[in-house]
């Protein structure tokens, strides 16, 4: 809806009701073969990842995700991945790009865990290898944003072609609570935070950070998981046109223009 | 040419303790106390040891001041010196801080990009610097990177870049957060031609900087007590609500659990780095 204030939308974001990236890879794709591990430490269950069929070609897909029941939603860290989440996801877009499948990520998380093992283990060595990946991956990529993009835990499956978010999605350096403790030393002002932070689909549009805002009016439907799926099809079959070459050097520019006065 | 840091004596904190290293002082110098070993050490003595106490702490040192400390006399020639972003999100404050910050540093932005030398070898070089908004990245930042990157990749030259960082610039919110992708597209390059990148942790590296170019280099060097993360210390306490263990995230610590190549004292830096850039000599494809 239009009308919404930023913190509203980072609301809407976080809500629980929301479909999860889950739900995207079961509704949209067919054939769905779940793939595990990072083969160095384990397998993270806040990034799911797999070989599917959209619109009957192969993709590998990668979602991150959050979970709906309480249970479920424990066992998967909130959605907040460990550096062995981000190393499969590496994995299976390196292994993407052996086998010429485009990589699609589905990217829904308040942000890499800050945890003690999540340090011992390499979490910024591992988010700052699948952007160096990602950048150069010979193979198309696509990232949707569906719900909270948080800071570098995120941008570590979006290093990609074309970045759409879901209307309702917000994509942010910092979270709003973070970002008021640091300015005003009160979390408590995260709303007008959120509206200085420019996070919403909208202003990210503005910024040339994302190409597309996906509506939600109809989020959760069947019609809405179709047009998605034409959409993500749509998109393919127009970077299909480019020598890998031309696609590498096109997502370089891409990157190299955000900001520029 | 120095023997490797393993084959020497060990340093003065473990032949003699803290107590036994003589500090002489002048009554009238000005002093700055060390927060390793709590003595009052005269500056003289402290920039005698680039900003370093005998008990061996290293304490931090801005922009300026490491690159006239790395490089050889006069062969520093800076690039883009000029270049600034915009407060592309009309962030409260952001401007007036911006300007407080250079005229109390006297330098433009947070990095320092040029070539150098380094004990006669030649290599494209950015310092960051942690009294400009404690070495934050925005667009001016990550543009300077990557213009330096790319220049090196077209002059087939090695990049040296020492980091110290809370991460990406709030304050530039989005764009700032793309600055991580772009400068790592562009090491991409630099790598993909054969050419060579060595980092130096310096504390403290986090954030979105150590999550990105930091943790890139083909070595990664850290100075001895770095602070070198992803999350802040106090975020990971709140989240784990437990004691954090000693020396975590420490330069120390990352060599401990493989992250970084070796932890190099700042006497013996200027060998190190030269003699790896020696070593690289004739790089790219
Ligand atoms: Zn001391």
Redesign the pocket.
Do not use: I, L, Q
């Given at each position: 809806m239009a009308g919404k204030t930023s913190y509203e939308r980072v609301k809407a974001a976080r809500s629980a009701d929301r479909p999860t990236g889950f739900d995207y890879v079961n509704y949209i794709f067919s054939d769905f073969v779940e793939l595990h591990g990072d083969r160095r430490f384990g397998d993270d269950a806040a990034i799911v990842g797999g070989i599917a069929r959209l619109s009957g070609r192969p993709v590998t897909v990668i979602a991150i995700e959050k979970g709906h029941t309480t249970r479920d939603r424990m066992a998967r860290n909130f959605g907040m991945p460990h550096p062995e989440g981000y190393r499969k996801a590496l994995r299976l877009m390196q292994q993407a790009e052996k086998f010429h499948r485009p990589v699609i990520c589905f990217v829904d998380t308040a942000g890499a865990y800050c945890g003690i093992g999540a340090e011992e283990r390499g979490q910024g060595q591992a988010i700052a290898e699948n952007l160096v990946a990602m950048s150069g991956l010979k193979t198309p990529i696509l990232s949707v944003l569906i719900g909270e993009g948080g800071s570098g835990g995120a941008l570590a499956l979006a290093v990609a072609d074309r970045v759409w978010m879901l209307e309702n999605a917000v994509y942010s350096v910092i979270s709003p609570e973070g970002c008021a403790s640091i300015l005003w030393k009160d979390a408590a002002r995260a709303e007008e935070a959120a509206s200085c932070l420019k996070l919403t689909a909208h202003d990210a549009l503005e910024m040339g950070i994302t190409e597309e805002v996906i509506p939600e009016d109809q989020l959760g439907t069947p019609a809405f998981y179709d047009d998605l799926a034409y959409k993500l099809t749509q998109a393919l079959a127009s970077l299909d046109d480019l020598t890998v070459e031309q696609l590498v050097a096109a997502r370089y520019v891409r990157f190299r223009n955000i900001g520029q006065p | 040419m120095q023997l490797p840091q393993f084959l020497k004596p060990k340093n003065e904190l473990e032949a003699g303790g803290r107590q036994s290293v003589p500090v002489h002082r002048d009554e009238n110098e000005m002093t700055k106390q060390?927060p390793?070993?709590r003595?009052q050490?005269p500056l003289s003595l402290l920039w005698s040891r680039h900003n370093t106490?005998?008990?061996g702490?290293h304490f931090r040192m801005n922009a300026r001041q490491r690159v006239n400390f790395l490089t050889d006399e006069g062969s520093f020639q800076e690039l883009d010196h000029d270049l600034v972003g915009e407060d592309v999100l009309g962030f409260p404050g952001y401007p007036a801080k911006l300007e407080t910050t250079r005229s109390a540093t006297g330098e433009v932005e947070a990095v320092l990009c040029g070539t150098a030398r380094i004990n006669g070898e030649p290599c494209c070089l950015f310092v960051m610097d942690p009294y400009f908004m404690m070495g934050s990245m925005g667009w001016a930042v990550g543009e300077k990177i990557t213009r330096l990157f790319e220049y090196a990749t077209e002059h087939g030259m090695s990049v040296v870049g020492c980091t110290v960082s809370g991460g990406a610039r709030m304050q530039e919110g989005l764009v700032s957060l793309m600055q991580m992708a772009k400068t790592s597209a562009a090491l991409r390059r630099h790598s993909d031609a054969g050419l060579f990148y060595l980092v130096l942790l310096t504390d403290p590296t986090t954030g979105g900087v150590m999550a990105s170019f930091a943790m890139d280099g083909d070595v990664i060097l850290a100075e001895p007590g770095a602070t070198i993360g992803f999350a802040g210390a106090r975020v990971i306490e709140q989240t784990v609500r437990k004691k954090l263990p000693q020396g975590f995230q420490k330069a120390e610590f990352l060599l401990e659990h493989g992250f970084v190549d070796a932890v190099v004292d700042r006497s013996e830096q200027r060998e190190t780095i030269s003699l790896l850039l020696n070593l690289h000599r004739g790089g790219g494809v």
């Open positions: - | 060390c390793n070993c003595r050490v106490c005998t008990c702490y």
